[in-house]
């Protein structure tokens, strides 16, 4: 595990190399760790693929440095500790996108086997971001690692499924986007009226869950 000064007031944590199932177990666990047990004044926490970047209140009176051995051994006794089974999402996808034919024809394959290489694993989700509660789903197979467009589209629906390098992702919000879009859901993965339950719920996918897409003929 090493650890990065990352501005004035932050810190940013690298506990893996590569992607895998190696890293996304790491990035759940110091996620879990911290949740349950955060550092004195720190204001939030953003999980990336093999990194998480800790920020601390600038107002706090202490010398985040100064203790950093010891969130260091903390962080890498979590490390060990007995995690439950991810949270497990099933996600219809229609794969109409106007992506999908020139996805398949990259990859020198047929628009059929696209949908069933796209719909085959069960990805984790390793970090949201870009917006809000977007997921980046991984492992995607090596066959459709597609490069992102080049010119983003100004709008893409919330809903659609796309490919973007060796990821996957839905977008949850309408926005510009450059990603390969091969599909859409109806699932709405973000919406800020959703509740009980605090800021979370607005999100239904959090960092270290598992989603499976099922093909389905409509919506």
Request: hydrophobic share 40%.
């Amino acid at each position: 595990m090493k650890w990065f000064p990352y501005g004035p007031n932050a810190w940013l944590v690298q506990f893996a190399d590569r992607i895998g199932d190696d890293a996304f177990a790491k990035g759940r666990a110091i996620a879990a760790e911290l949740e349950r047990h955060p550092p004195p004044g720190l204001v939030e926490f953003v999980p990336a693929f093999t990194t998480v970047l800790l920020e601390f209140d600038s107002h706090e009176d202490f010398d985040p440095a100064a203790v950093l051995s010891e969130w260091a051994a903390q962080l890498e006794a979590a490390l060990t500790a007995e995690m439950p089974e991810a949270s497990m999402h099933e996600c219809p996808v229609v794969y109409d996108g106007p992506d999908l034919e020139r996805v398949a024809q990259i990859n020198h394959l047929t628009v059929e086997q696209v949908c069933e290489l796209h719909a085959a694993p069960l990805y984790k989700v390793y970090a949201l971001g870009f917006s809000p509660g977007f997921p980046y789903l991984g492992d995607l197979n090596p066959r459709l690692h597609t490069a992102r467009l080049a010119s983003p589209r100004p709008r893409v629906h919330a809903g659609s499924v796309g490919i973007g390098g060796e990821h996957t992702g839905i977008y949850t919000v309408d926005s510009p986007g450059g990603w390969n879009i091969i599909g859409r859901t109806p699932l709405t993965i973000f919406d800020p009226t959703r509740g009980p339950g605090g800021d979370e719920a607005m999100f239904l996918l959090k960092q270290g869950d598992r989603l499976k897409f099922v093909a389905a003929k409509t919506v």
